[in-house]
């Protein structure tokens, strides 16, 4: 047993009280008492999600998830709306029970918040046996012709200054939701590392460039999923794995109706814990690897892009092209996933699987496509890509590369030409983990030539400011600098 291993089992013992971590000879944990607030109360603090909402309708509706130990209580949830002080009941929440061997169980709850109603922020109270136990306030979703801002960073959880600092920039500057194009949290997307690495720093008691803030509460967080959130799918190695599945609250309709297919998460283990985690999960896996929701004028298509899945057909595939194109109506398409398809470092530089959907999105009309997995930040021309191909019809490939030729809007600059031809591709993957190829940024010739603006020496996040037809993207540090500035407009 690792001295590690013995402090985190002490500390859940404490917390939770429970005797049956011992039994396990990995090093799995249960949450813990996520601040001295909420000591005794919740494991980890209320936190804002989209939920399921219906496809192609701008999201008007919040769900609010917290974490507790595995004991009946009553909760409920209210809420004010509009100007209305009067305190409306949410519907009864509801629970998955996490009961996996070797992780102590406990519970997610679930509770609807329905704010069509309300401009601006709602505030609502969270009680326990008829004591209010949890207050905060949360962003109501903005309607179809609001101006509304987001914020982009992929690669963060994983406990560093620079993720901390970037999480209070964040909160300085009022997101109306947080998108992270995967790897949320390192190294394995565990139960015990989102204990370390991830809510205490996005949900932190108080905002402190040095801690974190108080963001979750708030301002709902989206993600992609990345290799690191999947690198836990063993659970004979990592009883706690994949905790994407158990904690995240998003929409499930990307799956809908294809059944069996090839593209879900793969587990490992035996077949309790298989089993053990799927029943934990309920209705999250495997659909929610992939779905799409709005979010006033735009339209968001959230993909997995790690190499179990095959792009290059299927339903899966024929779900994304339909999904693009019944949002035609949408002002701004928008998709995020988390390896890209076109980057310059030479970190990953092979992973190039995403190349594959580049029709896809062309002929969709998307807009912006954001990625992480390299950490650094990376923008290209408005670009259209062709694939080179075999006698046979299909794509090249070279390993995991994706051969084929790009044409390039150069008209465009961003500040003065600003209708694009072909989506711009970024790479926002800055977000708190260490940085890759700063030897790059200073060196253009070492650059594909799709990218124009590459920063590698700098933490940093994108934040996106949408008013109707135009929007404004900037690329900010830790310190809140702007490293790089671009408008789009139709
Ligand atoms: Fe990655």
Redesign the pocket.
């Known amino acids: 047993m690792t001295k590690r291993w013995s402090a985190t089992v002490a500390v859940a013992l404490v917390t939770i009280g429970m005797t049956s971590l011992r039994q396990c000879d990995v090093s799995a944990v249960a949450p813990q008492s996520s601040g001295p607030r909420a000591e005794g109360v919740f494991l980890v603090e209320p936190y804002l999600q989209l939920g399921d909402p219906k496809p192609h309708q701008p999201t008007r509706e919040l769900t609010l998830v917290w974490q507790t130990a595995d004991h009946e209580a009553d909760w409920a949830v209210e809420y004010q709306v509009g100007s209305d002080e009067h305190w409306r009941s949410a519907p009864k929440p509801s629970y998955n029970r996490i009961a996996m061997p070797c992780v102590t169980p406990h519970r997610v709850y679930h509770a609807r918040l329905d704010l069509h109603e309300t401009q601006g922020m709602a505030p609502y109270r969270v009680k326990r046996a008829g004591q209010t136990v949890f207050t905060a306030e949360a962003d109501a979703p903005k309607g179809a012709d609001a101006r509304y801002r987001f914020v982009a960073f992929g ?1 963060c959880g994983a406990n560093t200054a620079d993720q901390k600092a970037i999480a209070y920039q964040t909160f300085e500057r009022h997101p109306d939701f947080v998108m992270i194009p ?2 949320i949290v390192y190294g394995r997307g565990l139960i015990s590392e989102y204990l370390t690495n991830f809510w205490p720093v996005y949900n932190a008691a108080r905002a402190d460039r040095e801690v974190g803030a108080p963001l979750m509460r708030t301002t709902p967080f989206v993600a992609a999923l ?3 959130d999947v690198a836990g799918r063993d659970f004979a190695k990592t009883p706690d794995g994949l905790a994407y599945y158990l904690y995240w609250d998003q929409p499930r309709d990307g799956a809908r109706g294809q059944g069996e297919t090839p593209w879900r998460t793969p587990l490992m283990g035996t077949e309790a814990q298989t089993k053990a985690f799927v029943a934990s999960a309920g209705v999250h896996y495997p659909v929610m690897a992939n779905f799409s929701f709005d979010y006033a004028n735009s339209h968001w298509t959230v993909l997995d892009s790690n190499s179990y899945v095959d792009w290059t057909k299927g339903a899966l595939r024929d779900w994304v092209i339909q999904d693009i194109a019944a949002a035609a109506k949408a002002t701004w398409r928008f998709v995020a996933f ?2 890209p398809g076109f980057n310059s470092s030479k970190a ?1 530089f092979d992973n190039q699987q995403m190349r594959l959907l580049a029709d896809v999105f062309e002929a969709g009309k998307v807009d912006i496509v954001f990625a ?2 390299v950490h650094n930040y990376q923008r290209s021309f408005p670009m259209r890509f062709i694939p080179d191909r075999d006698p046979g019809g299909a794509v090249v490939r070279k390993g995991e590369q994706v051969l084929g030729r790009w044409s390039l809007d150069r008209a465009y600059d961003g500040q003065t030409k600003t209708r694009a031809s072909g989506p711009i591709y970024l790479v926002t ?1 800055a977000g708190g983990n260490h940085l890759y190829n700063p030897e790059q940024q200073d060196d253009p010739a070492s650059w594909q030539s799709f990218t124009c603006k590459f920063i590698s020496r700098s933490f940093s996040f994108t934040q996106v400011d949408v008013d109707g037809p135009s929007l404004i993207a900037r690329q900010v540090d830790p310190g809140g600098n702007e490293l790089d500035r671009f408008t789009l407009s139709k």
């Open positions: 690669d995967g790897d990345g290799n690191h988390h390896h990953h992480g997995h993957g």
